[in-house]
Nanobody, 120 residues
């Protein structure tokens, strides 16, 4: 079994920062890719940022220049550093890890989500 656990959410004022963590535990051969998504009330879940095993990253236009995704392969952990937060960043943030349990056997796992609330 593989578990994905997010942490680091909370309530902050606009302009401040938060760092989210996404840790994967269990029977893991490798983590090929991790994406952060977010879902605001009444809206669809959208991709925020992603990082591949080689370190390449991608970001939604709405967070470029403010959010940074990084990974610590030794800890099976991915971070999302969120700076200059805006009220529109308020959402539940979900981590989606693509995990190889053995070479060639890749599965997708989601965390339970962590709430980020940005007050104006």
């Amino acid at each position: 079994q593989v578990q994905v656990v997010e942490s680091g959410g909370g309530l902050v004022q606009a302009g401040r920062s938060l760092r989210l963590s996404c840790a994967a535990f269990g029977s893991i051969f490798s983590i090929t890719r991790v994406d952060w998504h977010r879902q605001a009330p009444g809206k669809q879940r959208d991709l925020v940022a992603g990082i591949a095993s080689g370190g390449s990253t991608n970001y939604a236009d709405s967070v470029k220049g403010r959010f940074t995704i990084s990974r610590d392969n030794a800890k099976n952990t991915v971070y999302l550093q969120m700076n200059s937060l805006k009220p529109e960043d308020t959402a539940v943030y979900y981590c989606n890890a693509h995990v190889e349990k053995s070479p060639g056997r890749e599965y997708s796992y989601w965390g339970q989500g962590t709430q980020v609330t940005v007050s104006s």
